[in-house]
């Protein structure tokens, strides 16, 4: 496949993708069940009616009745082997001669779409065949069945995008054009992910069920988001939307890093970024609590190496710790930052000590948490809580900087 050949195909996923989003958001009825992958590539299931549909892009072809034939022999076929289901099914199609394809559909044109040709090696002629007698589909199924079917040319891309991210703005009632296009990433990544379910039962969403999780603070990692935009301004987004706003002085901040690879230097430079956005300090006055750091996977000679190299660099820090060998004492690591003990960081070593942290703290907390792939969030406090997935741990660092 060609680099023009695999743009193409590329955009016929995110068109599908982006379908899907919008129908399930034009619902009227919370409880309306779209099926992702299902009998189509839509299937939507609401009290009044059940609509399957299949969505073809291709703008750079011409919708020829060759062309339209299997999708619509397929959806065809599906009807005559199913006549007492009660759907309605839908060709939703863009092509590159969307203006002059004819959109109505009678018993002499369906017999003339299912024709085609197959070649006689033997005399080196071509010969007419039908589809219908192919799957013994009579005329009285055809006419049922056109009554029930309806071919949609739709816009391109890109306008086909802007209508789905209003529909976002209006649903989610944003503000903002760095917010429609988090939430459009979430919804991309939720659709993705259930199109690869392996069974139609497990590719099922209701509209209700899929704004609560776009709606949940937990910002997934979106390869199909990079894809379409980039990584670069994929973080960047995550940003503007997330951390931009997270900057409130007289807040207890709790930062948990849950990666599998844990390179030091890459820490290093996070819990800096870490720092130095969110410790504030003057020559007079600290005005900022200094930000707690739980570092998930990361063995005790790995966290003494990495608070080594903390330390030779100036940084002071606590841990809850007042001596070697003594007990852990929350007092001790919930100690202010001050302008004498220039304390700007806290290191939590052990998950039980966050949660004992957590559950002191009476004030005004927030907590995020970085996770990739490999480890589920283990922060639960989801009225403070953001839990954003990330691919590396120097995403860590371009998310909280912005750039």
Request: hydrophobic letters at 30%; glycine letters at 2%.
């Amino acid at each position: 496949m060609n680099s023009r050949s695999a743009e193409y195909t590329l955009l016929g996923f995110y068109y599908q993708f982006d379908k899907n989003i919008f129908e399930i958001l034009n619902q009227n009825d919370d409880n309306a069940t779209i099926t992702v992958e299902g009998i189509e590539d839509i299937d939507i299931s609401s009290p009044t009616e059940n609509t399957v549909m299949q969505i073809k892009y291709q703008k750079e072809t011409n919708g020829t009745d060759s062309i339209l034939r299997k999708p619509i022999r397929l959806m065809l076929k599906h009807f005559s082997e199913n006549q007492n289901s009660n759907l309605k099914y839908v060709l939703y199609g863009h092509y590159k001669n969307n203006a002059d394809i004819n959109l109505e559909f009678d018993l002499d044109r369906f017999k003339s779409i299912m024709k085609y040709k197959v070649k006689n090696t033997d005399k080196e002629e071509w010969t007419y065949k039908s589809y219908l007698d192919d799957e013994n589909i009579g005329d009285e199924i055809v006419e049922v069945f056109i009554k029930k079917f309806k071919l949609i040319l739709s816009s391109s891309f890109e306008d086909h995008q802007k209508t789905t991210l209003e529909k976002i703005k209006t649903e989610f009632n944003l503000s903002k054009d760095e917010e429609m296009e988090t939430y459009y990433s979430k919804a991309l990544k939720i659709i993705y992910d259930l199109s690869i379910k392996k069974t139609i039962s497990l590719r099922k969403i209701t509209k209700k069920d899929f704004k609560e999780k776009i709606n949940l603070k937990n910002i997934l990692f979106n390869h199909w988001f990079i894809k379409l935009r980039s990584k670069k301004k994929y973080l960047k987004y995550i940003h503007s939307q997330y951390i931009q706003s997270y900057n409130t002085l007289d807040v207890e901040r709790l930062f948990i890093i849950n990666t599998v690879s844990n390179d030091l230097e890459y820490l290093k430079d996070s819990i800096y970024e870490i720092e130095k956005r969110f410790y504030k300090r003057t020559t007079r006055i600290v005005d900022s609590k200094a930000p707690y750091i739980f570092i998930k996977n990361i063995s005790q000679q790995n966290l003494s190496e990495l608070k080594e190299l903390i330390y030779h660099d100036g940084k002071k820090f606590i841990d809850g710790f007042s001596f070697s060998g003594s007990q852990f004492k929350c007092s001790e690591i919930r100690r202010l930052s001050t302008k004498e003990n220039q304390i700007s960081l806290k290191f939590i070593n052990k998950e039980e000590h966050l949660n004992i942290i957590l559950n002191d703290i009476s004030g005004t907390k927030k907590v995020l948490e970085f996770y990739d792939e490999y480890n589920r969030p283990i922060s639960n406090h989801e009225s403070n809580t953001l839990k954003i997935q990330i691919e590396e741990i120097s995403d860590i660092t371009t998310i909280i900087r912005g750039k």
